[in-house]
T-cell receptor, first 112, second 113 residues
Framework: ELKVEQNPLFLSMQEGKNYTIYCNYS?????LYWYRQDPGKSLESLFV?????AVKQEGRLMASLDTKARLSTLHITAAVHDLSATYFC????????????FGTGTRLKVLA | DAGVTQSPTHLIKTRGQQVTLRCSPI?????VSWYQQVLGQGPQFIFQ???????GRGNFPDRFSARQFPNYSSELNVNALLLGDSALYLC????????????FGPGTRLTVT
């Protein structure tokens, strides 16, 4: 059974600091997605990573994928309060049928 | 362009009843996926439809069913509702079947009493 684990589950950080969220998954996949969710809202797509070594950056967020290690990271540079949200990674699995498995989420709070 | 739309926004049902949720994808998108998100948890994948055919299924009982129409809109049906079905139901659309960015709708909040 495909499992997706994120850590940390909760992250409280000061503005201006850097930090990394980790996403580990248990089966072979080269489809890795990152989403942001604000309280009471739907999900916003941040990144789609489709190959080993893929790196994408948008503003203060950078995501990478290592399919051999079954690991994706979401790096936050010089955090600002507006980045406070819950971040999910999701893995796509295709073995006869398609499935998308989400991680547990990382609740990020950036303190001013 | 309009994003993904879902209806209704909120819904209250009684145990044992049946419910139908609706989703309209972004224009030009041919794939629709459905997710259930219980409060405090990550979304759980229910179904994916592409070109009106089921292409993916999560670990949900047969009480859950869906279909996609020729205009690529979709319905999710849940029969014999249980208290545990109370959740936010999210619909996502994408251009293609696999590996494409998914755009989520605002969701339907279902409460089962």
């Amino acid at each position: 059974e495909l499992k997706v684990e994120q850590n940390p589950l909760f992250l409280s950080m000061q503005e201006g600091k850097n930090y990394t969220i980790y996403c580990n998954y248990s089966t072979t996949s080269d489809r890795l997605y990152w989403y942001r969710q604000d309280p009471g809202k739907s999900l916003e797509s941040l990144f789609v990573l489709l190959s080993n070594g893929a790196v994408k950056q948008e503003g203060r967020l950078m995501a990478s994928l290592d399919t051999k290690a079954r690991l994706s990271t979401l790096h936050i540079t010089a955090a600002v309060h507006d980045l406070s949200a819950t971040y999910f990674c999701a893995v796509g699995a295709a073995s006869g049928t398609y499935k998308y498995i989400f991680g547990t989420g990382t609740r990020l709070k950036v303190l001013a | 362009d309009a994003g993904v739309t879902q209806s209704p926004t909120h819904l209250i049902k009684t145990r044992g009843q049946q419910v139908t949720l609706r989703c309209s994808p972004i224009s030009g998108h041919k794939s629709v996926s459905w997710y259930q998100q219980v409060l405090g948890q990550g979304p759980q994948f229910i179904f994916q439809y592409y070109e009106k055919e089921e292409r993916g299924r999560g670990n949900f009982p047969d009480r859950f069913s869906a279909r996609q129409f020729p205009n690529y809109s979709s319905e999710l049906n849940v029969n014999a509702l249980l208290l545990g079905d109370s959740a936010l139901y999210l619909c996502a659309s994408s251009e293609g079947q696999w590996g494409y960015e998914q755009y989520f709708g605002p969701g339907t909040r279902l409460t089962v009493t």
